[in-house]
């Protein structure tokens, strides 16, 4: 892979939104939030939004 490509990359997760602790854990790691996707996640009755989060590599 050529470092223009590798530049480019963004790595990219989703994260519950009530899991504060995994979200400041990536938040110290330098991922961003980028988007929100309301009611994703369901558990039993109960609908979680995921949050969106993306790493920017390079310049």
Excluded: C, T
């Excluded at 590798?6 to 938040?27: F, G, H, K």
């Excluded at 949050?51 to 310049?59: A, C, D, F, N, V």
Aim: a neutral charge.
């Amino acid at each position: 892979m050529k470092k223009a490509e590798l530049l480019r990359l963004q790595p990219m997760l989703s994260v519950v939104s009530s899991n504060v602790a995994a979200i400041r854990l990536y938040r110290s790691m330098g991922f961003k939030e980028w988007a929100v996707e309301v009611e994703a996640l369901k558990v039993g009755d109960i609908y979680h939004d995921e949050i969106l989060m993306r790493l920017e590599l390079g310049p």
